[in-house]
């Protein structure tokens, strides 16, 4: 099966297609009567928007003052743990720039392979999850396309020689570097995603060694610490919640990749609705490889950045489908493990370039949109061909074997087929995880301490959580469901919060 030419414009992504969606599930003729159907699987349309809105409903927590309480202290003490770790050898950046997204990297919030990470379940292994990039290098000082070294690697992946930073970070890092020495003398420091991964995951394995060697009155508990691939997994317990910390090393810069540069020329739905700087105001390399790179050299570039802000400009009802398809894919998919959530994003993403938008913000529209995702998704399956949205000519699927292809089309069919019976499975499953963690709830002692002091705070001394950050935090999270969070900390003083939900900071 041969993969069909890659369209390099964003505004004719022909590798997708049209979904047949929009015509086969319309609504009735003129005059007609009686319920909207689909036509591949006869399901009354307004039954798939019921369920979606069920699943919503399951798979979206509502947080009380303890809850946002204990979001706030886990977020405080994976901070101070960081900042202990810039302490140990002086490697990462004084003053630092994280991003926390919500969702793991299990969840397709990053593009990274999901090949060489263990299996957590929210309800078993924890309640909610994160994923918090932390740059290892910062490249911030250029105002001009950014030229990666593209030689060796696969397209939308690269090298980083460090002869772009100065010496002395040169020396700090020259033992997480694979060593290339040139004909004419000079050596040239690679950076290597795996050395990079290896070193901090040693780190902070010896930080929390040591914070539990003398554990503070409201710390939370580290109930463990793993590395998946060159992903750090920290779950940590706090009253009675569970939260999954994926913790990625990244390189972050200002500005664009010239790779990504045609990209701004083309037409797209965010435009008018939020600025071109803040879409490109930077961009990272992620740890992860291409199908045939060396691991030990190659970075990914990603986009997540940009992600969270065009986020702001999809409707709701399709963010509610494309979570419904995410939950039945992860399920459905995840063996052998060839698509990942970030295929799924990227073709929602296409889908918002093609269709008009008066069509995606319609709100009944949930049940339409979600069967418009998984035409996609297996319209990609079957041609091998996902482009990514920011790189087009890079072709996701492009390593696919035509067996791993048809099996997951094959497997997709069966969902278009009955997409009700799929979306009630997806339910049930949310429900069960949400069982799990009231249960678990109870067995810790019906909620757990109602005083969670920050990690930093005296622990001899009687200091009472305060209520209107509870609340201001609260709020925050019942009003922001699903955003992402751009958090600015210096390691020196991590007690005051310093974070922003998309554009407004607190």
Known sequence: MAAPA?????????????SPTSTAAGRLPHGGSGPELDFRSAARMEDLNRL????????????????????????????????????????????????????????GVVDMDLDE?????????????????????KLHDRN????????????????????????????????????????NGTTNYFFSPTLVADWFYQSISLVLLEVQKKPQRGMPRVEKVERNGTVISVILGVGSSRMLYDVVPVVSFKGW?????????????????????????????????SHKGRKENEWRLSFARSEVQLKKCISSSLMQAYQACKAIIIKLLSRPKAVSPYHLRSIMLWACDRLPANFLAQDDFSAHFLLGLIDDLQHCLVNKTCPNYFIPQCNMLEHLSDEAAVLHARKLSSVRSDPAEHLRTTIEHAKAANRLTVELQWRGGGGGSTNLPSPQSDAGGENQPDDRLAKKLQQLVTENPGKSISVFINPDDVTRPHFRIDDKFF
């Open 6 to 18: 890659l369209s390099g414009r964003a505004g004719s992504v022909g590798s997708l297609g049209n």
């Open 117 to 137: 990470l263990s299996v957590y379940a929210r309800g078993t292994d924890y309640d909610m999850d994160f994923t918090l990039l932390v740059p290892a290098l």
């Open 52 to 107: 979606i809105q069920d699943f919503s409903k399951h798979d979206q927590r509502e947080y009380d003052d303890q809850r946002a309480l204990e979001i706030h202290t886990a977020k405080d003490f994976i901070f101070s743990m960081l900042g202990m770790v810039q302490k140990l050898d002086q490697k990462l950046p004084v003053a630092n720039e994280y991003l926390l997204l919500s969702g793991g990297v299990r969840e």
């Open 144 to 183: 001009q396309p950014v030229t990666l070294d593209m030689r060796h690697s696969a397209l939308g992946h690269s090298w980083l020689s460090l002869r772009l930073f100065d010496e002395g970070t040169i020396n700090k890092w020259k033992d997480c570097c694979t060593i290339v020495d040139h004909i």
């Open 257 to 289: 990749p010239a790779v990504a540069q045609s990209w701004l020329m083309e037409n797209h739905f965010w435009d008018g609705k939020i600025t071109e700087e803040e879409v490109i105001s930077g961009f990272y390399l992620v740890p992860a490889c």
